[in-house]
């Protein structure tokens, strides 16, 4: 089933140029090349536990997260390499979290599942569906009350909606007009259960908008309309109008995690999916545009595989935490 | 030195932190324009607006998890949650956010959170509103747990509490709040690293905290009239437990009796015994006893609610017997 779009896309304020083209294009890619990797090296044991990838969901972030200023902050999912990628959390680190090393964003006490990076206002990586909404709610709530005009991201997937922390959140949200843009990745399904199957009314933006939430949904599979709808929300929130909401109606290609049968869909649906990837559509669109050309898609491939193959070496060369620091970081210490 | 009460003794710190530091705030249930439910913070917002001084829907989990996320973003909250039996609504919030972010992030983020909430029985509020969880609590690393047991401890475990970098769990026994104690008005944070001695003694030690402080006093004072001299140990901080003063005074007195308001299975009071068991047994000359709630959730009609808990006869029997048995 195709997504629908938005009800109302009006003109927004991104010039599309070559360059910015491309580089999105770059982005998806990285997600993708740098997920296909991890699902490899999953397979050689060199990634361990949960690994939950994103592919297929490569626009969301791509173009979400290009609407946020260095100030903002990002609360994410468990799947979350994506959004981290994009937050600029170093390839190398990231790899080197799910490898468990210490060089890792999270010194190897997360794992795929809790990225996190102070320095880039990353704060996870929550495996609890719909945990990171509350938090997202208090850091808006301290940026409020201490004046700064900055946007808290929260994302999270359908499957949140059904948890009462999304209701509670939102209610909370709208209720102090804190400036915090839900977004909610809906890929159609809460792990194996279909939306149709967990959601009385399916439609998720209308629920924000019943909390008196700017509300709009856009097709996921597009990065420039997300892109575009994401800077529209950040705007309104930046302004300090309160919250805003956007649903990006995407779909997982991959399994759920990698201990995923995916007895739940069919391989037809799938495909149909694919026929909407995000990167074979935004390329395509470039290609009509005359800016991306065989070799263009080439050097780009090439930077993104030297981004990945780094990330790999990083993450070997990485040291484990010893094991007399097992217990380290449960308090903060304190001086004296 | 004043005469003042355990409520009013928490609203003069929150008042004096409210004060002094711009970054704290309250937020919970009925705590601006009610004045809180145990009215700890009654004429607070009109003092601090309605700002600092935050009514909150009843959406436990999403207020304290707010609390995470202000905390994090550089303020000092203290968050009221009603009782504890409400605080099962954010366990989500506390377990898996408060209480991981630090190690789970790999120390890049600290969590500054004050949560305050009642507990405890002795109100005729039934199985909802009356359980001593304080242990559920004590047995989550990254968070530490309070419970003052008087007056000057409501006042100066709060102070504490709010210089401490990670997430501090206070804990208040319902039926303290009307509690009368000497408070000095310009007493600063209260040591929350220590155990204190509340009645020294040579025959028995007595560990408590809380709510059953008060009757182990009593029942200190009634084994007293028979020559019997019992030490009483407030443990005053339930995570991390301080235990070398439970155990200078049991090397001391050689016997132990603890009293804790949770139920028996898998109580603090088996944590303590436990702890003495491995690190004090060969100065052990009895079994190590415990007085603690019996296993029913609370019944509402007072006498049975009263049998369900410690009490200080329960307290005085459960002395003597240690004094007899020997092994």
């Excluded at chain 2, 003069?12 to 004060?19: C, F, Q």
Aim: glycine share 8%; hydrophobic share 45%.
């Amino acid at each position: 089933m195709a997504p629908e779009t938005s009800t109302s896309v009006s003109a927004a304020p991104l010039s599309l140029d070559r360059g910015h083209g491309l580089e999105l294009l770059r982005q998806m890619l990285l997600i993708r090349r740098f997920e296909e990797k991890s699902a490899e090296l999953y397979t050689l044991g060199k990634i361990q536990g949960f690994l939950h990838l994103y592919i297929g969901e490569e626009a969301v972030a791509a173009g979400a997260i290009q609407a946020l200023t260095s100030d903002d902050a990002v609360v994410s999912t468990y799947r979350e390499h994506g959004h981290a990628l994009m937050r600029g959390v170093p390839a190398g680190a990231v790899m080197a979290e799910m490898y468990g090393k210490a060089n890792g964003c999270s010194r190897g006490r997360g794992g795929s599942m809790h990225l996190f990076d102070a320095s880039r206002r990353f704060y996870g990586g929550n495996a609890i569906v719909s945990g990171g909404l509350p938090l997202a709610v208090g850091l808006a709530l301290a940026d409020s009350l201490q004046n700064r005009k900055r946007v808290t991201a929260c994302l999270f997937g359908d499957g949140a909606v059904a948890e009462g922390e999304f209701h509670e959140s939102l209610n909370l949200a709208a209720l102090w007009r804190l400036p915090v843009l839900f977004l909610c990745e809906n890929n159609r399904y809460a792990m194996g259960t279909a939306i149709e199957r967990h959601q009385a009314r399916t439609d998720i933006q209308a629920k924000a908008a019943s909390y008196g939430i700017p509300a709009e949904a856009v097709d996921g599979m597009d990065v420039l309309e997300v892109e575009r709808a994401a800077r529209r929300a950040a705007d309104a929130v930046r302004s300090g109008d309160g919250p805003y909401f956007l649903e990006a109606r995407t779909y997982r290609f991959r399994a759920h995690s990698m201990y995923d049968a995916e007895l739940y869909r069919k391989k037809a649906e799938v495909e149909k999916w694919k026929e909407r990837d995000p990167i074979l559509l935004f390329g395509d669109r470039l290609r009509e545009l005359g800016w991306l050309s065989e070799d263009d898609l080439r050097k780009i491939e090439a930077a993104v595989a030297a981004i990945v193959a780094e990330a790999v070496a990083f993450a070997e060369a990485g040291a484990w935490e010893p094991l007399e620091d097992l217990t380290k970081d449960v308090y903060t210490p304190v001086a004296g | 030195m004043t005469t003042t009460t355990y409520r009013e003794a928490i609203r003069s710190a929150l008042r004096e932190a409210l004060r002094v530091d711009p970054r704290v705030f309250l937020m919970g249930e009925d705590v601006g324009r009610y004045g809180g439910a145990y009215a700890c913070s009654r004429g607070l917002i009109e003092e601090f607006g309605p700002e600092r001084v935050r009514d909150t829907p009843l959406s436990e989990s999403t207020f304290v998890g707010a609390g995470i996320g202000a905390a994090l973003g550089g303020l000092r909250p203290i968050v009221e949650i009603m009782t504890v039996n409400f605080s099962l609504l954010a366990l989500d919030q506390i377990v898996n956010n408060a209480a991981t972010l630090r190690h789970m992030s790999g120390g890049q983020f600290s969590v500054p959170l004050v949560v305050r909430m009642a507990t405890g029985a002795g109100r005729r509020l039934a199985a909802q509103h009356s359980h001593s969880l304080e242990v559920w609590y004590a047995h989550i690393p990254g968070i530490k747990v309070l419970a003052p047991a008087t007056v000057a401890d409501a006042r100066g475990m709060l102070l504490a509490a709010l210089r401490e970098p990670d997430p501090v769990f206070i804990f208040e026994h319902a039926m303290l709040y009307p509690l009368e104690g000497a408070l000095d008005d310009a007493a600063g944070p209260a040591d929350i690293v220590h155990a204190a001695v509340r009645r020294p003694g040579r025959d028995a030690t007595l560990v408590t905290y809380g709510g059953s402080l008060t009757k182990t006093l009593a029942a200190a004072e009634q084994l007293a009239t028979e020559g019997i001299e019992a030490e009483v140990i407030d443990l005053r901080t339930l995570r991390p437990l301080d235990m070398p003063t439970v155990l200078a005074s049991v090397t001391k007195t050689h016997r132990a009796v603890i009293v804790d308001e949770g139920w028996r299975t898998c109580s603090l009071a088996a944590e303590i015994s436990a702890q003495i068991m491995e690190r004090a047994f060969y100065d052990l000359d009895a079994p190590v006893a415990r007085v603690c709630s019996a296993e029913v959730p609370m019944p509402y009609a007072g006498h049975l609610e009263d049998a369900a808990l410690p009490q200080t006869d329960k307290i005085v029997r459960a002395v003597r017997e240690v004094l007899e048995s020997h092994v």
